[in-house]
């Protein structure tokens, strides 16, 4: 019942998360729908988690460098996510308001991500695994 729970609350904060974005985007004071591009990096950030996943077998080692290697693509996906917007704001295609909310979804949405992996990655009896 656990797990059922920490679905359900990990769903409802990335609803909040994409509802930032969404209105970052949508407000009739922002209207550009450039900060979706955004979404490209949520979908990628746990790709080299799972790659490392997949390839490294000794889960007990406290370090490897594929996984390694996957926190340095991983982080270098996030930060992109977080500079996106920043830049869209610098040169004027967005507006500061539209930036922060993008910011704020970005946060959320990441969060969210990070929980995922935290509830369901331990390999217990509700693990994504499975």
Request: glycine fraction near 10%.
């Amino acid at each position: 019942m656990a797990g059922v729970k920490a679905l359900v609350a990990l769903s409802f904060t990335g609803a909040i998360g994409l509802t930032f974005l969404m209105l970052g985007c949508a407000l009739e004071d922002y209207g550009v729908y450039w900060p979706l591009f955004v979404l490209i990096f949520h979908a990628i950030s746990p790709i080299p988690h799972f790659i490392a996943k997949r390839v490294t077998y000794d889960s007990d080692a406290t370090s490897s460098a594929c996984r390694e290697l996957a926190y340095f693509f991983t982080t270098g996906i996030v930060v992109s996510a977080f500079g996106f917007p920043v830049i869209l704001a610098r040169v004027a295609v967005i507006k500061w308001g539209a930036c922060g909310l993008v910011l704020a979804g970005n946060a959320v949405i990441f969060l969210t991500i990070q929980g995922f992996f935290l509830v369901f990655g331990r390999g217990d009896d509700f693990s994504w695994e499975q």
